[in-house]
């Protein structure tokens, strides 16, 4: 069983930044996809960016030139960098990562914004 550790978050006011870190722990082999979803109170589950492991990236539109996903393969991390936060980017944030054909998520990390 893979178990993804979750770090980051917290509170920021608009026009701020965060960065979110997650990282799979032990030796873990054959991880794809690493990457992050966000669930808004009353909302469902949406996709914020995901990044494979030769590097190509995948963005929602609604965070496109504000969020950067990136990852360190040797340590199993992927990190997001959200810059220029607005409200409406308020939500609990999960990591998920796709390893040997499954699914993994992460506890998730509140990431509030708000002055």
């Known amino acids: 069983q893979v178990r993804l550790v979750e770090s980051g978050g917290g509170l920021a006011q608009p026009g701020g930044s965060l960065r979110l870190s997650c990282a799979a722990p032990g030796r873990v082999a054959g991880i794809d996809v690493m990457g992050w979803y966000r669930q808004a109170p009353g909302k469902q589950r949406e996709l914020v960016a995901l990044i494979r492991s030769g590097g190509s990236t995948n963005y929602a539109d609604s965070v496109k030139g504000r969020f950067t996903i990136s990852r360190d393969n040797a340590e199993n991390t992927v990190y997001l960098q959200m810059n220029s936060l607005k409200p409406e980017d308020t939500a609990v944030y999960y990591c998920?990562?796709?390893?040997?054909?499954?699914?993994?998520w992460g506890q998730g990390t509140q990431v509030t914004v708000s002055s």
């Open positions: 998920y990562s796709h390893i040997a054909f499954r699914d993994y």
